[in-house]
């Protein structure tokens, strides 16, 4: 089946820093991909639609300038959290549309603000 | 809005028990409908969808749903649980027009005693 993976899957960053998660589709491509966030014990949250070759479309109460998506690829798009903050710590997991209007999540990514 | 409602917050069962998961959506047109489980720390695997046709569907790990559009529920069922289902279950609802972007309900807990 469909592959989607996140690099990295763990990172801890000091507070004020940039941190860039990646997610690929590893064996179809994605003209879309969406980015969530989830908080310990807490649902997923679309945080914004990542668009191969155009802009991401934020989802509301979602800061464009310090979440930075970039959908360089058919199979690549990043997730920049910039001038990280300890309540930016969360967990990200990305998604793909594959066949059959299936979601395809990636493992996530735990980030941890110091 | 859309919205989906998982009235339970955690549900313990035995080993071996019957379970059921609550799921209620309110959206505007026929739904597309998901099953997530997601153990600790791990990223979202599907159980199964509901998109048109049989309102009974089949899942992996020997999971069943059945969507019920008069009620706006679709629950998900096992007839005999192991405790390697221990895990957080979601329901989620696909936004077609949307790029089929979901919209996740909170969660349900189902913690298995032996």
């Known amino acids: 089946g469909a592959v989607v993976s996140q690099h990295p899957s763990w990172v801890i960053c000091k507070s004020g820093t940039s941190v860039k998660i990646e997610c690929r589709s590893l064996?179809?491509?994605?003209?879309?991909m969406f980015w969530y966030r989830q908080f310990p014990k807490q649902s997923l949250m679309l945080m914004a639609t990542?668009?191969?070759?155009?802009?991401?479309?934020?989802e509301q109460g979602v800061e464009k300038d310090k979440f930075l998506i970039n959908h360089a690829s058919l199979t690549l798009s990043t997730l920049t959290v910039t001038s990280a903050h300890p309540e930016d710590s969360s967990f990200y997991i990305c998604?793909?549309?594959?066949?059959?209007?299936?979601?395809?999540f990636g493992p996530g990514t735990r980030l941890t603000v110091t | 809005a859309q919205s989906v409602t998982q009235p339970d917050i955690h549900i313990t069962v035995s080993e071996g028990a019957s379970l059921e998961l609550r799921c209620n959506y309110s959206?505007?047109?026929?739904?597309?409908l998901f099953w997530y489980v997601q153990s600790p720390g791990q990223g979202l695997q599907l159980l199964l969808k509901?998109?048109?046709?049989?309102?009974l569907v089949q899942g992996i790990k020997g999971f069943e749903a059945e969507f019920k559009r008069s009620q706006s529920s679709f629950n998900l069922r096992k007839p005999s649980v192991h405790w390697s289902d221990a895990a957080e279950y979601f329901c989620?609802?696909?936004?077609?027009?949307?790029?089929?972007?979901?919209?996740f309900g909170a969660g349900t807990i189902l913690r298995v005693k032996s």
């Open positions: 998604s793909a549309p594959g066949a059959a209007n299936e979601q395809y």
């Open positions: 064996d179809f491509q994605a003209t879309t």
């Open positions: 990542s668009n191969e070759g155009s802009k991401a479309t934020y």
């Open positions: 959206y505007g047109a026929t739904p597309y």
């Open positions: 509901y998109f048109s046709g049989d309102t």
């Open positions: 989620a609802v696909g936004l077609m027009e949307y790029g089929n972007k979901l919209v």
